[in-house]
Structure formats: structure tokens, C-alpha cells
């Protein structure tokens, strides 16, 4: 071979064995196993699929209609001349600490509606509203709007794991109210909060905050609205309530000033 032949097969050489792999392939694997072999296997023909058998699931307990009114022995006047103001759906990492701040420098406190399942999720924000001097009402587990169309014993669960969930938190706080999620009673739900020494809290203004009304719109609600002994219905968790704390800012001096905002008796 003369010299310049030698070099290009010495180049084609190098590339074809550096060049071709590029950088991150990887080695084919090699099969191991009869598998391996090179005859392929026959492909079976697809086979019909066997059809479903009906699951027979247990029947679910029918729910309670509604009653068309409110059942009697709701709790919606605050006990006293005052007003008395109520948070619900939290705790929420967002929102009840604002909540807890500005009723704190406002020297009042409130009761908040607690949700099971966020009490056990926020234990820290329970035992701030207990050490801070609220009072406590159970909300049902998971914001239940049914629990009581539910059988009796679903309800009373219900309202015992939430029980267990605060107390988790707050050992020794008394935990006062119950208060039905959407306020949709039944009788049958008050017996049940009456045996575990829970007081029915229904509430007499509704600024219906849930639906993100502008601020201005939640204070002539409640400012309207009210009069002594006024429970008022407000959220600190649920969905974004901004409106709400920005309301509070004027409702609380402003409440206060007026009737007096106290607890509930
Ligand atoms: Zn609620």
C-alpha cells in the first residue's frame, strides 16, 4: 500500500470506531435465554375478552330527605346584646392566622367552625386558636352537606372522628357547637350532636362570602344585616378569601363599636 492509501484507511478506521456510537447510545442488550433464540414465537390470536362480572356492591343506605324547614332548637341569636362572629371551613394555613391577628388586636374573639380532616392537618393552628381564647364548633369531617340525611351512626362517627381530630390538637378544649356544613339540618342530626354534648349553631347573617363577593359588598351585607345578639356567618378557608379578611378589617372595629362582639353563650 502506498503511504496516502494507508492514511485513509487509517482514518475510515478511527471514525468507524469512535463516529458511530455518539454519545449516551448504549449497547443493545444481549438476550439472554432460550428466548433468544432466532425463530420467533407464533403470535397466539387474540382471544375475546371475558366479559366483566357484575359486582354486586353493597346497597348504599338511602338519605333522609331534607326537612322543608330548619328543625326547631338551632342556636342563631348570640345569648347576649352583642354580635357574636363565626370563621368556618379551616383551619387554613392562609387565612386564619390573618383572621386570628386582626381579631386579636381587636381584643375579641370568635368561634371557629372547624373541618375535621383540616384540624388534623393543621393541628398548630388549632391550638393557636384555643391558646388565644376562641371558642371551638365541629364542622363534620369533610364539609359533609349530607351528613344528616346519613344513618345515625354515620353521623355520629362523622362528628366523633372530628371530635378526636381537634382534641388531637387541643387536648383539653372544650369543644362547644356543631354546626351542620350548607346548613342543611335534619332533627335526627341535632339528637345526635345533643348526645355528644355538641350545641346546635345556626347562624342570622349570612354575607354569603363563600361566592367571592367584593369586600365592600360582605360589609354592607353584614352592617346591614345585623342587630344585637346577631350571629354572623363568615369563612377563613374553603377557597380564596381575600374579600373576607379584607372585609374583617373595617366589619371588626366596626361591629365592635356598635354592639359589642362577644362569645356565644
Ligand atoms: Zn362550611
New binding site residues.
Partial sequence: MRPRTVMVFALGLVLLVTGCGGPGKTPEKVAAGPSASATPKPVPSPKPKPKPTPTVAPPKPKLRPLPKTLPAGLHRRSGSPGVALTF??GPDPRYTPQILAQLRAAHVTATFCLVGRQAKRYPELVAQIVREGHQLCN?SWR?DVDLGRRPLAEIRADLERTNRAIHAAAPKAPITWFRQ?GGRWTAEELTVARQLGLRPLHWSVDPQDWDHPPAKKIIKRVESASKHGSVVLMHDA?GDRTQTMTACRRLIPDLKRRYGIVQLR
Wanted: zero cysteines; a negative charge; glycine letters at 16%.
Fill in positions: 368556618d371551613d364542622h364539609h356544613p374553603g
